[in-house]
């Protein structure tokens, strides 16, 4: 598993992995993206922070309470 920063932004890529990425990257939650979206829309995922015009992220602090309250689920 990907240990997730105490601070700063954290890339779609890292929280859901990439098995195509060269090394692959392990996800922190094993979703799809589209599952990952509409759990961001629907409120269920915390909403991402816009970094520029075509780039988003979302806070590591964010994701760390997101796995902490996710448990023995992931």
Do not use: H
């Amino acid at each position: 598993m990907q240990t997730i920063p105490a601070i700063g932004f954290i890339r779609l890529q890292l929280i859901i992995g990439d098995k195509k990425a060269q090394p692959p990257i392990q996800a922190i939650i094993p979703i799809s993206r589209t599952s990952w979206l509409n759990g961001v829309k629907s409120g269920k995922y915390p909403k991402p922070v816009k970094l520029g015009e075509r780039s988003v992220a979302w806070r590591a602090i964010d994701i760390q309470a997101l796995v902490s309250s996710l448990g023995d689920q992931l």
